[in-house]
């Protein structure tokens, strides 16, 4: 954490592993932790999310604090994906969750690539 403060990053890209499958609560507050000391302590105002603990579709309240203390800070947290003007594929799913039909065309785009025994067991 301090290498990251004493290089006064413009943007920093914060990494995690996936809760609680590869990390445990523990581990999951220390990265928050680190992350609002990012937002505090460095000049950076850009810190883009990335890695494992976006694939859970509840990140975002796990990670209230980050998200509060950056707007609190004038800084943006978001995902590597909104970077880059996209959506992520998290919020994809839960929305295609929410509107099945929405995901048809990615279903039929799977279905035309994938080998037809591709689900089927052995």
Known sequence: MG?????????????SNLFPYMMDRIDLNR????????IKHAHTLLIILDHHLLRDGIYRA???????LASKTGKRVITAAEY?????VID???RWKEHPDEAE??????????PTNFSERE
């Open 92 to 94: 994809k799913a839960l």
């Open 84 to 88: 880059l003007g996209e959506t992520s």
């Open 62 to 68: 796990r990670l209230s604090e980050v998200y509060e």
């Open 31 to 38: 990265a928050i932790e680190n992350i609002c000391a990012v």
């Open 105 to 114: 065309p990615l279903v039929e785009l799977a279905r035309s690539v994938l």
């Open 3 to 15: 290498f990251v403060l004493e290089q006064k990053p413009s943007e920093t890209v914060a990494a």
